[in-house]
């Protein structure tokens, strides 16, 4: 790469920096100062906090490497705002973020400013040697980032689900629709490729998790063309799907009875009618859109129920792998998944509207090497008792979606955007 093309593309890295920072703002913004410190269960994080936390990766593993007089904006916030880098030091504990109430919502806005003061300045003058060593550290704190404008989404979904004034963050309903009768679609199967191909150039970014590309073989299969919808859901609930333990995974019976769970996360019965909790109000349950926020457990449940499966995760990216990366993502008109297009003969909302649980577990692909340094414990750590999701969902970032993309949550997680495709015939893998 010659010297104009390298300073062309730092150019371009410091106007998608401005982009992916002001965009975590815009979502930040409808909330007050109190909103983004509440922390209503240990697996959401306060708005601030996340404001924060993206922050101090730009800082700790950016500034802290090229500054010459490096000094942190703060010294306690290397502390507080570590999420789980055990190599950085230690960190404050994650379900006590909420207990924090300094620095505060606009504190988090004067550190965000001031790293991004310096982050500009280092973009701006970086020489060409050192911008080429530096762009992958960088382009992976922008999708970083881009993670948590999702969970920040679902996150102050929960806090103001647990207000009885039943706030709104903000949007509309989307408009009604009809995603016409559960189609099939068949799918070859046979000796094929998943994973990325390990180019990390725009807009070929990846993580860790999804290399190295791979062979696997699969039985000829099916997939429905669309998500389950809510009445469908309510057909479930109404033949006692939540009462019978021969439908659920021993765990899964376990969380049923423990938690009580009678229907999806957010949903709750008034008068016998059921009522969705979403970023944009509180409203009927619309039998056209599709079922989200179940958990793993569930969405096995379902299939059972439904005589079907889930898909394995090589399924869904080896049908996937050809369709144009478009759907219902960073809806910030409704916030909340969209009621399936007209049936068309191929697979609908295989991206966004919502993340699609697989029956794969969460585990390295063949050949996988965890990166080294303390960014290698960005996802290699966890690849023990979670389970795989595809697709990306309504909250999912522009830019922030491909067929190889690995989700994974713990079986039992309700809080994020999650629903289910159906899967028949085929042996998984």
Request: net charge negative; with cysteine; aromatic share 12%.
């Amino acid at each position: 790469m010659n010297v104009s093309s390298v300073k062309t593309v730092a150019h371009s890295a410091l106007a998608r920096y401005d982009q992916v920072r002001a965009h975590t703002e815009r979502l930040a913004a409808p909330l007050t100062p109190e909103d983004q410190t509440v922390q209503s269960m240990p697996d959401v994080s306060p708005t601030k906090w996340h404001r924060a936390h993206v922050t101090w990766f730009f800082e700790t593993f950016v500034l802290a490497d090229q500054e010459p007089d490096f000094a942190p904006f703060q010294d306690k916030y290397w502390f507080l705002f570590n999420s789980y880098y055990e190599a950085i030091g230690p960190r404050y504990s994650r379900p006590m973020r909420g207990v924090i109430s300094r620095p505060g919502a606009h504190d988090v806005a004067d550190y965000r400013s001031n790293v991004d003061d310096r982050m500009r300045d280092l973009l701006d003058r970086v020489d060409d040697g050192t911008f080429t060593k530096l762009a992958p550290i960088v382009e992976l704190g922008f999708h970083h980032e881009q993670q948590h404008q999702e969970l920040l989404l679902m996150d102050i979904k929960h806090v103001l689900s647990l207000n009885p004034l039943q706030p709104v963050y903000a949007g509309r309903p989307a408009p009604p629709g009809d995603p016409g009768p559960m189609g099939w679609v068949d799918v070859a199967g046979g000796l094929v490729e998943i994973g990325h191909s390990g180019d990390t150039s725009e807009p070929g970014f990846c993580f860790d998790n999804e290399l190295p590309r791979h062979q696997q073989w699969l039985e000829p299969y099916r997939l429905a063309d669309r998500l389950v919808t809510n009445g469908e859901w309510l057909e479930f609930i109404a033949d006692g799907g939540y009462q019978r333990p021969a439908l659920w995974l021993s765990d899964g019976w376990g969380k049923v009875q423990a938690e009580e769970w009678t229907a999806p996360a957010y949903w709750s019965q008034v008068d016998g009618q059921w009522f969705e909790h979403t970023l944009h109000g509180t409203w009927p349950v619309d039998p056209s859109l599709p079922a989200c926020h179940v958990s793993h457990y569930e969405a096995d449940a379902f299939a059972t129920w439904a005589g079907k499966r889930l898909p394995t995760e090589a399924e869904w990216e080896h049908a996937a792998r050809d369709h144009e990366v478009e759907g219902n993502l960073a809806d910030l008109e409704s916030f909340h998944p969209r009621v399936a297009g007209a049936p068309d003969g191929r697979l609908r909302q295989l991206f966004g509207d919502c993340w699609e649980w697989t029956s794969s577990a969460y585990l390295p692909y063949p050949g996988f090497q965890v990166p080294d340094g303390a960014i290698g414990e960005y996802n290699g750590k966890f690849m023990s008792g979670q389970m795989v999701l595809r697709g990306g969902c309504a909250l999912t970032p522009p830019g922030h979606a491909r067929s190889s993309y690995r989700n994974f949550f713990p079986a039992g997680a309700r809080w994020p955007v999650t629903g289910v495709r159906l899967a028949d015939g085929g042996a998984p893998a």
